[in-house]
Every structure is written in structure tokens, then in C-alpha cells.
């Protein structure tokens, strides 16, 4: 829906596409390292899965983190490429800064992860950029039928 061929910064709107892109392919790594760790979680009692569980959490916990950073640098090049008014503009880099605290509260915690009332907080600084691209993405497609179809 963003490439649209009147933007003045088509290499903008390239890379948030991409970075986006790559945000997804990190989602899934993340959901794939949850999923594997469940199945590792069947037979607690083996040594080796315990380690090799200890790898995957930790790679999946990361991912998600490296997700979030992509999805936040995809914010910041899609309110500056993409033709919008200057108060959507200001509004998305805003989101970006709330999605980039979400992505440092885990850095605050060491190696004891976040807890669950930390990563609660994650999720609802993540949430303006959802908002964000909610707005972004109705307005498109109100602007633009055409984008529906």
C-alpha cells in the first residue's frame, strides 16, 4: 500500500518494506524457537534437551527483541518516506520512539530476562505502532480504493 509512485523517497519506502519484511521473518524465527521449545519441554528429564531448550529460549527471546527493533526502524522510514501530513508524520516517529523503549526494557534486565510485568509494559509500548499502522493503513486504503481492490 505505501508504494505509491508519487512519493518523493521511493528509497524509503523500499527500505520499509524490506524492514518490515525482515521484522516478519524474525516473528517467525521467534514463534519457531517458542514452538520447538514446547516439544523440547515434552521430556524434561533429558539432559540434552534441557540445553538445547536453554539455546532455543534464549534465540527466540532474542529474535522477538530483534523483531520489534526492524518493526521500529520500518516505522521510522515509512513516516519519513511516505508522503503523509505532517502531523501523521510526527505521530509514527513518536510510535517508533514508544516501540524503541519496548525493545530496550529487555537490555535492562541482564540475564534474568524481563519479568512478567516488564514484558506486559513491552507489549503496550509496542501497541501506538500497531495504532500507528492501523491509522496509516485505513487512511491508505480510504485515500486510495483502488489499494483495497
Given amino acids: 500500500m505505501l508504494a505509491r509512485p508519487t512519493t518523493s523517497r521511493p528509497h524509503l519506502v523500499t527500505l ?5 519484511a525482515c521484522a516478519g521473518l524474525a516473528g517467525l524465527l521467534h514463534d519457531a524457537g517458542n514452538l520447538a521449545l514446547t516439544q523440547l519441554a515434552a ?3 533429558d539432559p540434552a534437551a534441557t540445553t538445547v531448550a536453554w539455546a ?3 534465540t527466540a527471546k532474542w529474535t522477538v527483541n530483534l523483531a520489534g527493533l526492524l518493526w521500529t526502524a520500518a516505522t521510522v522510514a515509512t513516516a519519513l518516506g511516505t508522503p503523509l501530513p505532517t502531523g501523521l508524520r510526527r505521530t509514527g516517529v513518536v510510535a517508533a520512539m514508544s516501540g524503541l523503549a519496548a525493545v ?7 540475564t534474568d530476562g524481563p519479568t512478567a510485568t516488564l514484558e506486559q509494559l513491552g507489549y503496550a509500548l509496542h501497541l501506538p505502532v500497531m495504532v500507528w499502522y492501523g491509522v496509516l493503513g485505513w487512511r491508505l486504503v480510504h485515500d486510495n480504493p483502488a489499494a483495497a481492490a
Fill in 16 to 20: 520499509a518494506a524490506g524492514l518490515l
Fill in 104 to 110: 530496550l526494557l529487555p537490555w535492562t534486565t541482564g
Fill in 43 to 45: 521430556d524434561p528429564t
Fill in 56 to 58: 532455543v529460549l534464549l
